[in-house]
């Protein structure tokens, strides 16, 4: 029984492109437990160290071809451990999907916590937009075409 910690932005918490990337994550790992840091919100950061840990697999996602602090601290700290850790990319052209890339894009730049939340500021502003927002806030109707 493998099991992955799957770190990625509470933008995109509970949501058609959460649901998208953990079924992704389960069928091309062959992973049976996935650990959600959004079941554990409340929670000490440490529990969350603590449950990475235990993780056979770390999962990050990229937004854009680029890092979010927290999923990078993760994928840092996964680095330190050894775990086997892989990269779901969320590419900033909505032709193209979700993929999911063994290791870490070095190429990828590495978000301040600064520079996480101007992203994030920018993706909401998008809201009126339409499509991308639509990902992140899970107002698709039809949740198994998300992409």
Request: aromatic share 12%; charged share 30%; glycine share 4%.
């Amino acid at each position: 029984m493998k099991k992955a910690y799957f770190s990625h932005p509470s933008l995109v918490y509970h949501t058609a492109t959460e649901d998208y990337a953990i079924r992704l994550i389960k069928h091309e790992l062959e992973v049976t437990d996935i650990i959600n840091p959004f079941d554990y919100r409340r929670k000490k950061r440490n529990l969350l160290s603590k449950l990475l840990e235990d993780s056979d697999i770390l999962v990050g996602m990229s937004i854009y071809d680029q890092y979010p602090f927290i999923v990078w601290n993760d994928m840092e700290y996964g680095l330190s451990l050894d775990k086997e850790i892989y990269t779901l990319t969320f590419p900033k052209e909505k032709t193209k999907p979700i993929v999911l890339e063994k290791g870490i894009n070095r190429s990828f730049p590495k978000l301040s916590e600064k520079e996480t939340e101007l992203l994030y500021h920018g993706i909401m502003k998008q809201d009126s937009k339409g499509f991308l927002a639509s990902l992140f806030f899970g107002k698709l109707m039809k949740r198994e075409k998300v992409f």
